[in-house]
């Protein structure tokens, strides 16, 4: 139909600071599919049993009505649970809340069991006045409340792949490959220079990048070393071809929780009712050819990344403007990327991200060090490194493009070496290695 094709094309809802750009028309994903509190929903239900580990014993689908007892915010069950509900969520805080924070606490323990990746990647909220300008950003603490429900959509989605794979039915997965090679050993360059060990030979789990962030947690390297653990990992996309998925270290997993707002998860609503006999025809999934799923997940994976571009890009516009009156002041700031051209910070509190040409971080030649993670000065040795905090003075912005430009107030820090040392070095090696081979070819 013409409302599945606009689905597709549209890949996924997109949320921006003042609107969000819905998947299905608003009439069906603010009405008629969303949950309204008294009233009655037509759902695709899964129920999950687990035992006291947290480990799945049984899983079954059902199609239901569904009437939701009360609307609650993260916020508003979090703080019931710590003992200061409010009048919407007291009625429903001994019947509802208190198990479902009881039943977390058992899938808490299967996901520790399980050791998914543990990135701590803090994300930021902008919050708009009522003319439609920023008027702060914020990072929303990360409470237990979100984390229950994340849990329950994991299980949720593992039980639909699962049980789509069993009955041999078709399906886009969301997979996760895990760090390629080369990614890998950057990563290892980089950690053997904070003296942090990173295994060669048997292929890496989640829990070996764990135990690096472990190792960092409560010192200053931990936001740097987050960060670079982020860069060395693969990017999450739909597949009908089955890898499983790295990060949350599982072996199938296909997205089913969100079908009015991700195509995916409408897809994997469909081939269950087909699957399962749940259907009276025509709700199914079509007969289709793997060539043709894999072409619609190539596009609903393109339509991912082109939504979060469009967010990126509207909150980096939205915060120059907010900034363009405040050229010449200076910020607390965060390194936060780099490249050969100089490097990136983002500002603490606002979140926002501007570049610093290599030209205007002081009078050395700086050159972009990749396995340092680091600008380094060629004469100096002294140099910026990812994650650094560093002072910047606002230089330039365009708000249109959302482009930010600063200027270095900081001093560079003491490196170790200067560039020239670490060529050498680095030469050696290499000269080495080639006559190491020589001498295996021979």
Not at 86 to 106: G, Q, R
Request: glycine share 8%; charged share 30%; with cysteine.
């Amino acid at each position: 139909t013409a409302l599945d094709r606009e689905a597709r094309a549209k890949g996924n809802s997109t949320y921006f600071p003042d609107r969000v750009e819905p998947m299905l028309p608003e009439v069906l994903s603010n009405g008629l599919c969303s949950l309204k509190a008294g009233e009655n929903r037509a759902c695709l239900a899964v129920r999950m049993v687990f035992d006291a580990s947290g480990h799945k014993k049984s899983h079954s689908f059902h199609r239901i009505m569904m009437r939701s007892h009360a609307k609650l915010s993260y916020e508003q069950a979090q703080q019931a649970i710590d003992g200061a509900p409010d009048a919407i969520a007291k009625p429903v805080l001994d019947t509802i809340l208190k198990p479902l924070w009881a039943a977390y606490a058992c899938l808490l323990k299967g996901r520790r069991n399980r050791e998914p990746l543990e990135l701590d990647i803090p994300e930021r909220k902008i919050l708009l006045a009522e003319d439609g300008t920023v008027d702060k950003v914020v990072v929303p603490p990360r409470l237990d409340a979100h984390k229950l429900i994340e849990e329950c959509m994991i299980q949720a989605n593992v039980a639909a792949a699962e049980t789509l794979e069993k009955k041999k039915q078709a399906l886009v997965f969301r997979i996760h490959d895990a760090p390629a090679l080369a990614k890998q050993e950057a990563l290892r360059e980089f950690l053997k220079t904070l003296d942090i060990p990173l295994a060669r030979g048997a292929q890496l789990r989640p829990s070996a990048f764990n135990a690096i962030l472990s190792r960092v947690e409560d010192t200053d390297h931990s936001p740097l070393v987050h960060g670079v653990v982020l860069r060395s990992q693969s990017q999450a996309e739909y597949s009908p071809d089955n890898i499983g998925h790295f990060g949350l270290n599982l072996k199938r997993y296909a997205h089913f929780t969100s079908p009015i707002r991700r195509y995916a998860d409408l897809i994997v609503h469909r081939a269950l009712i087909g699957a399962l006999g749940l259907g009276d025809g025509g709700d199914e999934l079509p007969e289709m050819e793997i060539d043709r799923l894999r072409e619609i997940a190539g596009l609903i994976s393109s339509a991912e990344r082109r939504a979060v571009s469009a967010e990126r890009d509207t909150v980096d516009r939205l915060i120059a403007e907010h900034l363009a009156d405040r050229v010449g002041d200076t910020f607390d700031a965060r390194v936060s990327g780099m490249a050969g051209a100089g490097l990136f910070v983002t500002l603490d509190g606002l979140g926002a991200d501007g570049f610093i040409p290599a030209s205007k971080l002081g009078e050395d030649y700086y050159r972009h060090d990749e396995a340092l993670h680091a600008m380094v000065g060629e004469r100096s040795g002294a140099g910026y490194r990812l994650g650094d905090p560093v002072e910047v003075r606002l230089a330039e912005v365009q708000a249109m493009a959302g482009a930010i430009r600063f200027d270095m107030e900081s001093e560079p820090r003491d490196l170790g070496m200067s560039m020239t040392s670490r060529h050498k070095g680095r030469g050696k090696q290499m000269a080495r290695k080639a006559g190491n081979r020589g001498r295996r070819r021979r």
